[in-house]
């Protein structure tokens, strides 16, 4: 790990974590592999607990702004990986026109 760094724990302590790290890796030019035949559940809270309070509402936001900014001129080119047979006017995924 120390050729890539570690999670940015100052901007991402506990939203955006992951993703913010395989970006990156994808900015050094690696990839992120599928294996269709691995199983993986991640039950979403389970360790810390849902977001309920004004504070953990405001450290999402906040970690939030964080990644739209860090990841700027990624996110307005789009996902590259993204299916164009899809639409992006909705989230279920359905076929464009």
């Known amino acids: 790990m120390k050729k ?3 999670m940015d724990e100052e901007n ?28 993986l559940i991640h039950f979403e809270s ?5 977001e309920y309070s004004k504070e953990q509402e405001e450290r999402f936001e ?3 702004n964080n990644f739209k900014t860090k990841w700027r001129v990624f996110l307005e080119k789009g996902d590259p990986y993204y299916n164009k047979n899809f639409t992006r ?6 076929l464009e026109g």
Do not use: M, Q
Request: proline share 2%; with cysteine.
């Open 12 to 39: 991402f302590k506990v939203a955006f974590n992951d993703v913010d790290f395989c970006l990156k890796l994808l900015e050094k030019g690696y990839r992120i592999v599928y294996n269709p035949y691995i199983e």
């Open 4 to 6: 890539f760094g570690f």
């Open 62 to 64: 906040r970690e939030s």
């Open 46 to 50: 389970k360790t810390r607990g849902y």
């Open 89 to 94: 006017d909705t989230c279920n995924f359905d």
